[in-house]
């Protein structure tokens, strides 16, 4: 690779990130963020693995409300798993494609090279398009 590309790759990832932790940040508190990776116990709402605490994402049902019951904690695969298979139709996650898009591109490249290629695998014609109307 290029360090061009490197270097573009690399802004992307940080702008992603970057959108990721304003969504974040906007609904939940850190008090209840706090409180739906407790109750957790360390496990992913979704595919039930024990990551830990520290790995438990707080994860919006449905983004733009912060109450804990709109709440879960999932592991780093099946957040990125969520806003994924939600691509098409954001807005039934609360968002817009305009919003989710870097949040899909900044969990999918941020999962080890295993579990990158099996969710693209399983969702590669959204995975494109995805891909597709980020570099408009
Ligand atoms: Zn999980």
């Not at 438990?56 to 879960?72: D, K, P, T």
Request: proline share 1%; glycine share 8%; aromatic share 6%.
């Amino acid at each position: 690779m290029r360090s061009k590309e490197i270097i573009g790759k690399t802004v992307d990832f940080t702008i992603s990130y970057g959108i990721i932790l304003l969504i974040a940040a906007c609904a939940f508190s850190s008090k209840t963020r706090r409180k739906i990776k407790e109750n957790a116990n360390g496990a992913c709402a979704g595919c039930e693995a024990k990551v830990g605490k520290d790995k438990l994402i707080a994860s919006h049902i449905v983004h733009g409300r912060g109450e804990i019951s709109n709440g879960r904690a999932l592991c780093e695969y099946c957040e990125a798993e969520y806003h994924l298979e939600h691509a098409e139709n954001p807005q039934t996650i609360g968002l817009t494609k305009h919003k989710n898009d870097p949040v899909v591109f900044g969990h999918v490249t941020h999962l080890d090279q295993t579990a990158r290629n099996a969710l693209i695998g399983k969702y590669a014609d959204i995975w494109q398009r995805v891909l597709k109307r980020l570099k408009k």
